[in-house]
T-cell receptor, first 111, second 113 residues
Framework: GESVGLHLPTLSVQEGDNSIINCAYS??????FIWYKQESGKGPQFIID?????DKRQGQRVTVLLNKTVKHLSLQIAATQPGDSAVYFC??????????FGPGTSLSVIP | NAGVTQTPKFQVLKTGQSMTLQCAQD?????MSWYRQDPGMGLRLIHY???????DQGEVPNGYNVSRSTTEDFPLRLLSAAPSQTSVYFC????????????FGQGTRLTVV
């Protein structure tokens, strides 16, 4: 069935290092992917998105990479800061009205 | 601009009680949805709506009802609460169509005892 999953449930990085959060998806027909950040006690917030006709998209300190061949998505955070500590979700839009979320990766930044 | 507003933030129910979780958005979004978030399971879609008067079931609809009488409001009803419904509930809204960012409320933490 359809699924979106993450390879690492938890990730600890030193402040200033780069972080990489991975995600696997199974629906090859999905054409839109989103990364959300959820801070403790808050709802998820949009970080960055990418369409299936792209391999890479960059934002401010964040980059999303999409490898359609192996159905893999990753979020790279440059120069990780304490404020980046949160749970990160990848989400896969399988149709105009259906989005599937992965289980989330908890990122902990060590000062 | 308030965005998506959920009430209440916290609620404790006894098994068998009913209640309604409120959700309102002021962005004129067509699409609204309810998710529940459980540890290690991400966000699972309960019900969604693509416009006033239209609702549909998501992945885990059992035990929940919704209605959409206006564009702004999308309440979630628990008719007879069960301990398995203990969770954090999030409401989200977005423009309709593929490739649109969803805006989430702050969540309602529900405990059923």
């Amino acid at each position: 069935g359809e699924s979106v999953g993450l390879h690492l449930p938890t990730l600890s990085v030193q402040e200033g290092d780069n972080s990489i959060i991975n995600c696997a998806y199974s629906n090859s027909a999905s054409d839109y992917f989103i990364w959300y950040k959820q801070e403790s006690g808050k709802g998820p917030q949009f970080i960055i998105d990418i369409r299936s006709n792209m391999d890479k998209r960059q934002g401010q300190r964040v980059t999303v990479l999409l490898n359609k061949t192996v159905k893999h998505l990753s979020l790279q955070i440059a120069a990780t800061q304490p404020g980046d500590s949160a749970v990160y979700f990848c989400a896969e839009e399988t149709s105009y009205d259906k989005v599937i979320f992965g289980p989330g990766t908890s990122l902990s930044v060590i000062p | 601009n308030a965005g998506v507003t959920q009430t209440p933030k916290f609620q404790v129910l006894k098994t068998g009680q009913s209640m309604t979780l409120q959700c309102a958005q002021d962005m004129n979004h067509e699409y609204m949805s309810w998710y529940r978030q459980d540890p290690g399971m991400g966000l699972r879609l309960i019900h969604y709506s693509v416009g006033a008067g239209i609702t549909d079931q998501g992945e885990v609809p059992n035990g929940y009802n919704v209605s959409r009488s206006t564009t702004e409001d999308f309440p979630l009803r628990l008719l007879s609460a069960a301990p398995s419904q203990t969770s954090v509930y999030f409401c989200a809204s977005s423009y309709l169509g593929q490739g649109t960012e969803a805006f989430f409320g702050q969540g309602t933490r529900l405990t059923v005892v």
